[in-house]
């Protein structure tokens, strides 16, 4: 069974830094790819960053240079360091992991960014 529990938003003024971590329950977490993703009302689920197994992370443009992502394997953890923040990285973030075909989500964590 794999859960994913997000921890680590809430709100930060423009310009600000937050830390999103999400641990993970199962076996092989060294294996899997974890990914990032965000979501606003009434719009789609968008990926910010993935990281595999060989701990090689990618990003979308929108947050390279801005946003990191990280593993440790020994912990089951994933964390996305989220600095220099602007008001359209608002949204529900959320930790994910896709294994045998099959989407495993977390409860998603709030992030708002506003003076």
């Known amino acids: 069974q794999v859960q994913l529990v997000e921890s680590g938003g809430g709100l930060v003024q423009p310009g600000g830094s937050l830390r999103l971590s999400c641990a993970a329950s199962?076996?092989?977490?060294?294996?899997?790819?974890m990914g990032w993703y965000r979501q606003v009302p009434g719009s789609q689920r968008e990926l910010v960053a993935i990281?595999?197994?060989?701990?090689?992370?990618d990003y979308v443009d929108s947050v390279k240079g801005r946003f990191t992502i990280s593993r440790d394997n020994a912990k089951n953890t994933v964390d996305l360091q989220m600095n220099n923040l602007k008001p359209e990285d608002t949204a529900v973030y959320y930790c994910?992991?896709?294994?045998?075909?099959?989407?495993?989500w977390g409860q998603g964590t709030q992030v708002t960014i506003s003076s």
């Open positions: 199962g076996t092989n977490f060294g294996t899997w790819t």
């Open positions: 990281i595999d197994s060989d701990f090689t992370p």
């Open positions: 994910n992991v896709r294994l045998s075909d099959y989407n495993y």
